[in-house]
Structure formats: structure tokens, C-alpha cells
């Protein structure tokens, strides 16, 4: 058995304005389904589905503690040109001693997005 991608399945009250957002990000609504309250948002080999939370659940905040990071091959910087007006800013482009630079921002909903794209480690 080998795993082969994850793809997070994101509660949100407003499926439709988050399909908005993420389209701002450069993602398309690969699927979109208004009676399950459900899509399915794509950019390269990145998908992310959102829905609304069961009936149970109240949606109050965002009920996922961590962040989604997206690696990238390159052009972090250039990316994070186009995107730094589309969203509420965590942190700008900063290169780590890990090896990493990366951006952060937060969706329409309050989760945390990060991006990176791997780089000589700094000493």
C-alpha cells in the first residue's frame, strides 16, 4: 500500500466566497457541488476541498490548529508579489536557516497558508 497525496477538506460558512478567495490565488473550482455545499479547488498538483462543517458543528472559527504549507519548486518570491494584496499577511518572504524561504497568509477563513521553496541553508 503506498499513500499517494493528501487533500484537506476545509469547513467553511461561506463555500462560495472561499472558492472566490482561492481563485484570487491563482486555484480553480475543479468541482463545485451546491447541494452537498462542497468544491474542489485545484492549482498544479495542489487540491484543497472545502464544505461546509456537519450540521453538528457550529462554525464558529476555524477548526484546524496548524497550517497548510505548499512547497514550491521555485518563484516563491514572485509569488508572493502577486498574492501579498489578496490576503491578511502572517509573516513576508524570509529565507530560514532550514533551508527553506517562505511566505505565510491567512484564507478568507482564518486558516494559515504557507508557501516555500527549498534553498542553500544559511549558516
Request: contains cysteine.
Amino acid at each position: 500500500m503506498n499513500m499517494k497525496a493528501i487533500r484537506p477538506m476545509l469547513w467553511t460558512g461561506q463555500v462560495r466566497e472561499t472558492i472566490n478567495f482561492y481563485e484570487q490565488l491563482g486555484f480553480t473550482c475543479a468541482a463545485y457541488s451546491e447541494s452537498w455545499h462542497w468544491a474542489a479547488l485545484q492549482r498544479d498538483e495542489v487540491e484543497i476541498m472545502v464544505c461546509l462543517p456537519p450540521d453538528s458543528e457550529a462554525m464558529k472559527q476555524p477548526a484546524f490548529t496548524g497550517s497548510l504549507y505548499i512547497l514550491l519548486d521555485e518563484g516563491v518570491d514572485q509569488l508572493w508579489e502577486v498574492l501579498k494584496t489578496k490576503a491578511n499577511i502572517c509573516y513576508a518572504p524570509e529565507t530560514f536557516a532550514y533551508g527553506m524561504r517562505e511566505f505565510a497568509l491567512y484564507d478568507n477563513n482564518g486558516y494559515l497558508l504557507q508557501f516555500g521553496q527549498e534553498v542553500i541553508a544559511v549558516d
